[in-house]
């Protein structure tokens, strides 16, 4: 099994996929070990000073002019993850949150924190015996960290509250502990803070959504490629010296992808050689590269974002290398949640002109010569009409998610943290956001490669002919009467959402940009 090391430097996005999609074990490196050590000592030495130092021997938030006395310190660290554990709603996915204790981790190794070496290695020990908290829906600002759901983390590791086992039951965490082996931890002057103040949610969730939209953007490529040739369009608007005198980086990827699938194509022009040639095609079909490609951008600033955010300590208080322990606000999610609304945008935009394509595939006054709807008797057969219904629906649906959570911002802790970035929120809708985005891709596959294999006597290009095979190969019907259309798209979705898209065109033109 692939083995994940943790040092003080941060951590990367491959590793926290391997982490959290890929149940990659993990090891604290002596470094971090050395530096837990150090940061701990310090921390010590500050509880034994009559004077107060918030998260030490402080109360928390709008509480903290209270000085805690060394008798109640344990009982604080104790209370402050009981009492933060309170969110609701339904369960939050697996991956998530193996995500979130990873990142956590990676934070509480970079030796800022001032948490004991035996407290992290019970994080990773938790994480690689499979077993994972319980964290719901609500409960996250996405200011002073993700404040519920890692609270519901740091609760099992007190063997308190559910978790799931490695068996998928959900169980009490005290019983999972002592079946893996696990002896519950018993939270020290300020580790139960330390637990609980970072932005680990959103960024874990970050990291997955460009996984996934690295993904889906090539698949996007293709399908507008399909799609261009399926409606007899002409490739050349994809000529390189076109878009290398507007040189945005993800626009070329995108053209050139495009280019790439249609090489060797015996549909595109054919309609130019005709009597009537059509001088160019429409927005949807020769902007593609265009709107792709701004999105891709938008995922370049993104990943840089995460990168830094991996790169990063993210706690109030820290401890610094001269021996400080100070106060910050380093925990606040805009950065993050900036850009988690930002690709929520584009992909928005990238779903509204797929389904535009669609539309015109189906539309026998724009469609070239297709049938309406691409039905095999139109009006005794409906064909896809409603196929693009469904896509016009989740096209919808992300208009709405597109709508920015990081413009709110709601007080709390009795004015205190009176300014929130709502980054967990972006994070969720950004989730939901990408599997419509994913349903609303695969519709245009279904449609596109219907209509390229209604071209009679014309040939695809050979990527075009692989994509046609593979998403038939996934259980994808091709043109014919009528039928229960549902399972053919869920098998589509399933197709684009595994990859096997990409992969079968990339057998034919090499690797996508």
């Not at 002019?65 to 344990?74: D, F, Q, V, W, Y």
């Not at 996915?93 to 204790?101: G, H």
């Not at 219904?389 to 709110?408: F, G, N, W």
């Amino acid at each position: 099994m692939h083995t994940v090391v943790v040092g003080t430097s941060g951590t990367t996005a491959e590793d926290v996929i391997a982490v959290a999609r890929g149940n990659a074990r993990i090891e604290l490196s002596g470094e971090a070990l050395d530096a837990l050590a150090r940061a701990r000592e310090i921390v010590d030495a500050l509880a034994a000073k009559p004077e107060p130092v918030y998260g030490v021997s402080t109360g928390f938030g709008a509480l903290a002019s209270r000085h805690i006395s060394p008798e109640l310190r344990a009982q604080l660290q104790r209370n402050i993850v009981r009492s933060h554990a309170a969110g609701m709603g339904p369960r939050v996915e697996r991956e998530v949150v193996r995500a979130l204790m990873f990142l956590r981790l990676k934070t509480v190794a970079s030796g800022h924190t001032g948490v004991r070496p035996s407290v992290a290695q019970t994080m990773a020990d938790v994480l690689n015996a499979g077993i994972t908290p319980v964290v719901h829906e609500y409960g996250s600002l996405g200011c002073s960290g993700d404040l519920a759901p890692l609270s519901h983390c740091a609760l099992t590791l007190m063997g308190e509250g559910d978790a799931e086992g490695p068996d998928g039951v959900v169980r009490p965490a005290g019983e999972l502990l002592a079946e893996a082996g696990i002896k519950p931890v018993e939270l020290k002057e300020k580790e139960g803070l330390a637990l609980l103040n970072g932005t680990d949610g959103m960024l874990g969730m970050l990291v997955m959504a460009l996984a996934d939209l690295d993904k889906l953007y090539k698949s996007a490529d293709i399908t507008a490629a399909l799609t261009l040739e399926a409606l007899l369009g002409t490739e050349k608007v994809l000529a390189p010296e076109l878009h290398a005198i507007r040189p945005h980086p993800g626009q070329g990827a995108s053209a050139a992808n495009m280019a790439a699938v249609l090489k060797g194509s015996g549909l595109v022009r054919h309609f130019q050689e005709e009597s009537a040639p059509r001088v160019q095609d429409a927005y949807s079909v020769r902007c593609a590269p265009q709107v792709a490609g701004a999105g891709r951008d938008t995922m370049a600033h993104a990943a840089l974002v995460a990168s830094r955010e991996l790169a990063s300590a993210v706690d109030n208080p820290v401890v610094l290398p001269d021996g400080r322990v100070e106060s910050n606000g380093n925990f606040h999610g805009a950065p993050v949640a900036y850009v988690l609304d930002f690709l929520a945008i584009a992909a928005a935009d990238l779903g509204s002109i797929a389904e535009r394509r669609t539309d015109r595939l189906l539309d026998k006054n724009r469609s070239h010569g297709l049938p309406p709807f691409l039905a095999d008797d139109a009006g005794v057969d409906s064909g896809l009409m409603i196929a693009q219904y469904t896509q016009a629906a989740l096209v919808s649906e992300m208009k709405r998610l597109a709508v920015p959570a990081s413009a709110d911002s709601i007080p709390s802790s009795a004015m205190q943290e009176d300014h929130v970035s709502m980054g967990w929120s972006a994070a969720r809708k950004l989730r939901t956001a990408i599997d419509n985005l994913t349903r609303i891709i695969a519709i245009e596959l279904y449609a596109a490669t219907r209509a390229i294999e209604l071209r009679h006597g014309l040939t695809a290009a050979p990527a075009s002919l692989a994509a046609i095979a593979a998403t038939r190969a996934a259980g994808v019907e091709g043109p014919g009467p009528d039928r229960f259309l549902a399972p053919d798209l869920a098998a589509a979705d399933a197709f684009v959402r595994a990859g096997g898209l990409v992969t079968a065109v990339e057998s034919v033109t090499g690797p996508l940009a």
